[in-house]
């Protein structure tokens, strides 16, 4: 069975400074795939990058970075110049390969972006 | 504009009740999911359906039904079964197995 692990619960960024938030899964599939999404509190989870196991670099979008360590198994967001509407819960999630390749989510991680 | 539309936003309903939840998709995505969230929770999946007249139970299906008459629409119905049904309940879609999932505005259940 997979697991997605998200150990903040809680973190605090000064606006326009980067912040890391973690992610570590488990998995025995050699193929999976995770995702970050962001929830603001309006409620609806809005999709923010991707990363496949076999993809040789680490995934981009705009401000938003994953550091991806196959080995140690972790799948960090990274979010550089982080802004006041960057304050929201961001989920990290995995994509099987079995039938329907089902997505797990982790508990989430509030980010708070201070002025 | 191409979208995932789910209504209503808040719900109430008196507890014995079953209720009816919408999801609708104007992407021509093949898959659709319906997902619970409960406070300081993440994702749980309820059902799931790869193609029209298909569908299949998620990790917790119990105390939920689904239909897949049509690509665009996969209504959820909260049965009297479901011991605890107040929760934030997520529909999303994607054009199939692997791609991501796109996510409407949640409807917001409450049990009186």
């Known amino acids: 069975a997979q697991k997605i692990t998200q150990t903040q619960p809680g973190m605090f960024v000064q606006e326009k400074e980067a912040v890391t938030l973690d992610c570590t899964y488990d998995?025995?599939?050699?193929?999976?795939?995770l995702f970050w999404y962001k929830q603001p509190s309006s409620g609806e989870m809005i999709f923010l990058i991707y990363?496949?196991?076999?993809?040789?670099q680490n995934a981009t979008e705009g401000r938003y970075s994953l550091n991806f360590q196959k080995a140690r198994k972790s799948a960090n967001l990274v979010i550089s110049a982080s802004q006041l509407g960057d304050s929201a819960m961001y989920f990290c999630a995995m994509r099987d390969t079995g039938g329907y390749q089902k997505v797990t989510f982790g508990t989430g991680t509030k980010l708070q972006v201070i002025p | 504009d191409g979208g995932i539309t789910q209504s209503p936003k808040y719900l109430f309903r008196k507890e014995g009740q079953n209720v009816t939840l919408s999801c609708e998709q104007n992407?021509?995505?093949?898959?659709m999911y319906w997902y619970r969230q409960d406070p300081g929770q993440g994702l749980r999946l309820i059902y799931y359906s790869q193609i029209v007249n298909d569908f299949q139970k998620g990790d917790i299906a119990e105390g939920y039904s689904v239909s897949r008459e049509k690509k665009e629409s996969f209504p959820l119905t909260v049965t009297s079964a479901q011991k605890n049904p107040t929760a934030f309940y997520l529909c999303?879609?994607?054009?199939?197995?692997?791609?991501?999932?796109?996510f409407g505005p949640g409807t917001r259940l409450t049990v009186l």
């Open positions: 992407l021509n995505h093949d898959a």
């Open positions: 999303a879609s994607s054009r199939g197995r692997g791609n991501e999932q796109f």
């Open positions: 998995t025995s599939d050699p193929s999976y795939g």
């Open positions: 990363q496949g196991s076999y993809d040789q």
